[in-house]
């Protein structure tokens, strides 16, 4: 089992709907939570930063994180076709490594 | 933000030469960067983590004498694929962590990654 699991998709939505991307993980250690975005051919940018359990909002993203279910969530409202990416969630513990989920491939149609 | 630069973003070389990486923190002082590999549809691949002054630390099954890593200041980290070969080839992500002062600990942010083609 791996220690992070992402659904890989593809995930497709029309403009406009709310997106909603997950992580499960096993590893209890975990405190750091990150969602980044990556464009194809070029490096992931940092969405959504969370510290311990609980909601965070930025504009159109929400990330949430449930440490006893060990589940994180980011959401995604009124998306657009500028959204189009892979999504990485990523965590990590007391030490510096990170570990990422596969990724989910997501296409918002116009 | 905290911002990093990552050059070349594209190098294409011969067999048997050797490439040259550069990842900068422009904004904030990296007291540890990392080296990740990335293959096509594929998740981050970690190879190695550095801290400034320190040698770096190589992730298992990572050959330390062919992707040279230096880490001699705290906006700057080169990797050098020496000898390099066709299986080199890949996409090469650099990212950076800081001091907590900065406000960046615990982050990594990340360059905009080098592709390496060897011909």
């Known amino acids: 089992q791996k220690e992070v699991e992402q659904d890989p998709g593809p995930l497709s939505v029309p403009e406009g709907a709310i997106v909603s991307l997950n992580c499960t993980y096993s590893?209890?250690?975990?405190?750091?939570f990150m969602w980044y975005r990556q464009y194809s051919r070029k490096g992931p940018e940092l969405l959504m930063y969370t510290y311990s359990s609980g909601n965070k909002e930025d504009g159109r993203f929400t990330a949430q994180v449930d440490k006893s279910s060990k589940y994180i969530s980011l959401f995604i409202r009124d998306s657009q076709p500028s959204d189009s990416a892979t999504y990485l969630c990523a965590m990590k513990g007391g030490n510096e490594k990170l570990t990422f989920g596969t990724g989910t491939r997501l296409t918002i149609i116009p | 933000g905290a911002v990093v630069s990552q050059h070349p973003s594209w190098v294409i070389c011969k067999s048997g030469t050797s490439v040259k990486i550069e990842c900068r923190s422009l904004?904030?002082?990296?007291?540890?960067m990392f080296w990740y590999r990335q293959f096509p549809k594929q998740s981050l691949m970690l190879m190695a983590t550095s801290n400034e002054g320190s040698k770096a630390t190589y992730e298992q099954g990572v050959e330390k004498d062919k992707f040279l890593i230096n880490h001699a200041s705290l906006t700057l980290s080169t990797l050098t694929v020496t000898s390099a070969h066709p299986e080199d080839s890949s996409f090469y992500i650099c990212?950076?962590?800081?001091?907590?002062?900065?406000?960046?600990?615990?982050?990594?942010?990340f360059g905009a990654g080098t592709r390496l083609s060897v011909l």
């Open positions: 590893n209890s250690a975990f405190q750091y």
């Open positions: 990212s950076a962590s800081g001091t907590s002062g900065s406000g960046v600990k615990n982050i990594q942010y």
């Open positions: 904004d904030f002082q990296a007291t540890t």
